[in-house]
């Protein structure tokens, strides 16, 4: 069993929560981060991708590497300027973990990589996707095959690697889950396009779990969708948060070219969606705590 873990990006969202379950399952937790921090527990080792600078003492000792870091995809924008920030911060980061595992003497047995759906087409109704389906051509999906390229050189490594692709988290600590909340809260909640579209979604901890589940695990390499089995559709999806508040859920649907107008680009992320399927992950014996959307919402908005 593999001892210290070493996170990327592990002042995030999902870093955070697994961090806390690392450490509650006894393995030694490390974080490399923009900003270094030696006085934080656990201890954070700094590295600059502009300088292609990673602290030389991080792989000390690591034995799993666990790769979350990326700018967000939500939070700001998609000008050009930044569009180069999201593909890089993860393109250029896993480049250079890539690069130290080749020169460095090192330990590391196992990469987690964190990848998303964002991958797979969005705009194809109910079909579902599977790790070997067809892959999309916009910004989403281009970013997230370039990183997978940049996980797959380690594996060339001799080095076992996971690919998670992603899909919504849905979390108590921020997220898309609280984004969508708002407006339920208001009583304004509507369906968003045609609100028919698929989001494919976790739970945080299923997700912390399934990390901790491949560490765990020396037969699982390779991609695996990271979504429950219960996807839904923006309209169903949005009445379950309003059912479970006990708001009215009555609006008429926002009209796609309104969000448009709003997000730009990243309208896509919105209106697009895909209906993703984890049964690759669910037959390498994996179990979800909150496979179905009512348990997953009653735990985090109730519970
Ligand atoms: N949350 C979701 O719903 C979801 C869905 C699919 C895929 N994912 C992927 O999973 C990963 C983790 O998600 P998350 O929700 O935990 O993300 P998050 O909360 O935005 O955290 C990502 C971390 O990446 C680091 N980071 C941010 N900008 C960076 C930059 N320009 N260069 C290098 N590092 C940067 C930050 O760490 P420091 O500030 O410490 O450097 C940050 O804490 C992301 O790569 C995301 O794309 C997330």
């Known amino acids: 069993m593999v001892k210290k873990i070493l996170i990327t990006g592990g002042t995030g969202l999902i870093g955070r929560k697994l961090t806390q379950l690392l450490l509650e399952s006894g393995y030694q937790v490390a974080h490399v981060s923009r900003s270094k921090n030696t006085s934080t527990n656990p201890p954070t080792f700094a590295w600059d991708l502009n300088e292609n600078y990673l602290d030389p003492e991080a792989l000390n ?5 666990i790769n979350l870091a990326g700018a967000s995809v939500a939070d700001k924008k998609w000008s050009e300027s930044y569009k180069k920030v999201i593909l890089e911060s993860r393109v250029k980061s896993t480049n250079l973990l890539f690069e130290r595992l080749q020169k460095a003497d090192h330990q590391v047995k196992v990469f987690l990589s964190a990848s998303a759906v964002g991958i797979y087409p969005d705009d194809r109704g109910n079909q579902v996707f599977y790790e070997d389906g067809p892959h999309a051509t916009n910004f989403l999906a281009e970013v997230t095959g370039a990183w997978e390229q940049e996980v797959d ?9 996971v690919k998670f692709r992603i899909g919504v988290v849905l979390s108590k600590s921020g997220g898309a889950l609280s984004k969508m909340l708002l407006p339920i809260k208001l009583g304004l909640g509507a ?3 045609s609100g028919q579209q698929y989001m494919s979604w976790i739970h945080e901890l299923d997700l912390c779990r399934m990390f901790v589940f491949a560490l765990e695990n020396e037969n699982l390499k390779g991609v695996y969708n990271a979504v429950s089995p219960e996807a839904k559709t923006n309209d169903e999806f949005s009445k379950a948060i ?3 508040l006990n708001k009215p859920y009555f609006l008429p649907n926002i ?8 997000m730009g680009e990243m309208a896509g992320m919105v209106l697009g969606g895909n209906n993703v399927s984890c049964k690759k992950i669910q037959n390498a014996g ?13 735990e985090l908005l109730v519970g």
Do not use: D, H
């Not at 000792?61 to 590497?65: C, P, Q």
């Not at 060339?156 to 690697?161: C, E, H, V, Y």
């Open 191 to 193: 369906p968003l396009g």
């Open 242 to 244: 309003a059912k479970s």
């Open 255 to 262: 009209p796609g070219f309104l969000i448009k107008l709003m």
């Open 61 to 65: 000792g690591v034995e799993a590497i």
């Open 286 to 298: 994996f179990q979800f705590k909150f496979g179905k959307l009512n348990a997953a919402l009653g």
């Open 153 to 161: 050189k380690i594996a060339t490594l001799g080095i076992r690697t």
